[in-house]
């Protein structure tokens, strides 16, 4: 047993000030990923802050015409919250798509965002592992990587973002309100996460002494066509190989507006302009989506196990547009299952 402390946050300023007193603090909210990397010895925080009583719990409207999450909405509330499910409801799918009923009703929105690696090595403290330990290697690029990722990555790591419901919301333009020290700010979700460089142990941009306090969703939300496809070894309660998010707005047969973005290729959830703007203008059919496929994995580079996520990365993304196009959402299957 390592020991810790443990302080209960009053509101986000207290959050805030108490974090800012500590640099080996952690906020604590459902606990669901935190918990397993102190059991594994990857993470030891020497104090954690509980702030899963903050009131952040709200999902308001905003005056553009979007949504505004609290941090600390469920990731169950969320799904089935009205206005996520008739006007985004890709994000619905993403999130239906992740983890299990119980994790779900635990899971956090900001906790979600800040979810690290599933890379094997990065929980096996037998092994180097740059995230982990700066400096001590990386057991995946030459080891079993068959989940790792194949774009943005570097030599000193390979490791995937594992969220379903982050792929959804960087489609969508989502941002992340966080507060610090130095008061308020606002990240655009594309800049959040970070690719690993040579500082792999860095995920993202926020700052240590800042929490997450809302996720915003502009006012489009892409809810007549569009697709969450994930695709895993098991059909529930295992994370992408590789996921989809789709989403069109057709004029016609022409596509006015896209968006595009995947999930478990990359350190971040991978949105590619280059690939939307060589859907947009073009006609909804196979051959315009395999050329978008084309442009968006250009750079794709796999590892010896994980190659063949290259050519599943290309079909997946040809299906989830077709599927888009179509108004035939893939969150359907998600729905019964619950
Ligand atoms: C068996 C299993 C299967 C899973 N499958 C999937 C899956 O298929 N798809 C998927 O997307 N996810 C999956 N998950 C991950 C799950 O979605 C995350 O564990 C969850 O979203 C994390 O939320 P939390 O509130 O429990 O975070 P916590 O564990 O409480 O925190 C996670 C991290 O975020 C930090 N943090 C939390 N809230 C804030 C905040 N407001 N501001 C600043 N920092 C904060 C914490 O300090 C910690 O570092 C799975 C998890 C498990 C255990
Ligand atoms: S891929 Fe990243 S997380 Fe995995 S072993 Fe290499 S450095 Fe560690």
Redesign the pocket.
């Known amino acids: 047993m390592i020991n810790f402390q443990y302080a209960r946050a009053n509101d986000v300023a207290d959050a805030v000030r108490q974090i800012a007193t500590d640099p080996t603090a ?11 990397l102190m059991k594994e010895d990857v993470e030891r925080p020497a104090r954690l802050i509980d ?1 899963s009583r903050l009131p ?1 719990t709200s999902v308001e409207q905003t005056a553009g015409g979007g949504l505004k999450i609290g ?2 909405v469920p ?1 169950s509330d969320l799904a089935y919250h009205p206005l996520i499910a008739q006007r985004y409801p890709m994000v619905a799918s993403a999130i239906l ?4 009923a119980q ?2 009703n ?3 929105t ?3 965002l ?3 690696t599933r890379c094997a090595y990065f929980y096996d403290t037998a092994t180097p592992c740059n995230k982990r330990e700066p400096g001590s290697g990386c057991s995946a690029i030459t080891g079993l990587n068959r989940g790792h990722a194949i774009l943005g990555t570097s030599e000193a790591c390979i490791a995937t973002h ?4 982050c792929v959804a919301l960087i489609a969508l333009d989502a941002k992340v309100h966080v507060a610090g020290p130095a008061g308020e700010r606002a990240i655009a979700l594309a800049d959040f996460h970070r690719l690993p460089g040579d500082t792999p142990q860095r995920d993202t941009n ?1 700052a240590p002494n ?4 809302a996720v915003e969703l502009p006012a489009r939300g892409f809810a007549t066509n569009y697709t969450y496809l994930k695709i895993r070894d098991r059909l529930s ?4 190989l590789v996921s989809v998010a789709a989403a069109l707005e057709l004029d016609g047969s022409t596509i006015k507006e896209a968006r595009l973005a995947l999930g478990g290729v990359a350190h971040k959830p991978w949105r590619d302009p280059a690939a939307e703007a060589a859907l947009r203008g073009q006609p909804a059919n196979s051959a315009g989506f395999a050329q978008a496929a084309d442009v968006l994995l250009r750079d794709a580079r796999g590892y010896g196990h994980n190659s063949f996520k290259i050519d599943l990365a290309r079909r997946a993304i040809v299906r989830a547009l077709t599927q888009a196009a179509r108004g035939t959402p893939q969150s359907q299957s998600n729905k019964k299952i619950l």
Do not use: C, H, W
């Open positions: 952690k906020f604590i909210a459902g606990g669901t990923n935190l918990i397993d702030i952040l941090a600390l990731n798509a992740g983890a299990s994790l779900r635990m899971a956090s900001g906790g979600n800040l979810q690290r594992p969220s379903d419901m926020l800042e929490i997450v306090t309660y295992a994370f992408a």
